[in-house]
């Protein structure tokens, strides 16, 4: 699949990530200072780059009424929560755990939306008790769970359903969400139905109809063949007396990884109110979810060079990351850059990037060309989404450290694991 790829592209980064003098830096940090001091692998993120990509939303939203939620299970680190917090971004969680860490951080109640396909009776108990803004609903069952949940605790709450409009969004089938084989939402079909449903139940109180069709999304006309059917939809609940108050289109928007040329939040948004004020909905409430495109390219995987193998047919660099550091290769076959920190000189080999796990999908690039020797220090690009929030312990492998760049100045937002962490918590007969 590498040779969709033809040539190395651009820092996917820039100018967050760039060379100077040769090393390659992070803001005004250079890499190969921070793996000297932190050791490797180390996930390093800059703080400007989230503020620039925070930025990119919000200068297109305007003053129209539009909810930003992060999509956090791209990266949940307290660090990039507290950012985006004070940025004003709400959240989009998935679970309790993300419940607790968005309020560990401070945020707004009423600025987190709860996505997900299998909530349990704990986690919507925690988040009516935090008082959310809406539960993000995917089936029959569930809505019946959340009014039973609500109505014992005296509460109720706020709905909406995913529904699942049946467009492909022309991504990888892993991360593709709004086709009917997919797990995800309720057939558009049957919406209506579900709808009078929910208003039916007691403790439920109905607001918004939501759908996510999928991610790293490169183009906007599947966003645009959704928005069609989801503004059917609220015409159809508005004759059946169903009034909707927000529309949540999800997140999704793509990121450059190689030479994908993903559209701007405002070539996103700009169409989407056209077509809201040209049906006479200007009025409607937005929600997004952006998970990806806000911290995607904010980070970079620091990983060091173990041995050079070079076997019959290949040749191999054998490096200290692994997929249990970065999971996104061999879970979705995906492409990230590699560069080495300090350049040399001298004579490019093509290069399989691998980590240590006894693993054959272990690994991190393929064919690469590189001028690279035993100890060099590479940055892995596009490491700030999916890539620490992926990782595991696998091979008893301490998860990696992970720092964050601001100006001149880092501040270590995870410590590295220890060895005794791993231990912790487990036990023999
Ligand atoms: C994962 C997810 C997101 C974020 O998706 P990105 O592709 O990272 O923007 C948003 N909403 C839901 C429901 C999700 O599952």
Known sequence: MTARFPAQPELAGHPYFQFRNNV???EDVPLDHLAERLGTPLYVYSRAALKAAWQAYHSAVGQRPVLVCYGMKANSNLAVLKEFARLGAGFDIV????????????????????????????????????????????????????????????????????????????????????????KFGIAIESALA??????????????????????????????????????????????????IRHLDLGGGLGIR??????????????????????????????????????????????????????????????????MNDLLRPALYDAFHGVRPVHPRAGEATLYDIVGPVCESADWLARQRKLAIEAGDLLAVESAGAYSMAMASNYNTRPRAAEVMVDGDQYYVVRRRETLDDLLRGESTL
């Open 24 to 26: 390659l830096y992070a």
């Open 95 to 182: 679970s309790g755990g993300e419940l607790k860490r968005a309020l560990a951080v401070g945020a707004d109640p009423a600025r987190i939306v709860f996505s997900g396909v299998g909530k349990q009776a704990w986690e919507m108990r925690d988040a009516l008790a935090a008082g959310v803004k809406c539960f993000n609903v995917e089936s029959e069952a569930e809505l019946r769970l959340l009014s039973q949940v609500a109505q014992d605790m005296g509460a109720r709450a706020p709905v909406s359903l995913r529904v699942n409009p049946d467009v492909d969004a022309q991504t990888h089938p892993y991360i593709s969400t709004g086709l009917k084989e997919n």
């Open 194 to 243: 579900v709808y009078r449903s929910a208003q039916a139940l007691p403790a439920l109180e109905i607001v918004g109809v939501d759908c996510h069709i999928g991610s790293q999304l490169t183009e906007i006309g599947p966003y645009l063949d959704a928005l069609d059917k989801l503004l059917d939809l609220i015409d159809r609940l508005a004759q059946a007396g169903i009034a």
């Open 257 to 322: 990884y190689a030479d994908e040329t993903p559209p701007s939040p405002r070539a996103l948004l700009d169409p989407v109110f056209e077509r809201l004020q040209a049906r006479g909905l200007g009025h409607l409430h937005l929600v997004l979810e952006p998970g990806r495109s806000l911290v995607g390219n904010a980070g970079v995987l620091l990983t060091t060079v173990q041995y050079l193998k070079h076997a019959e047919a290949r040749n191999f660099a054998i490096v200290d990351a692994a």
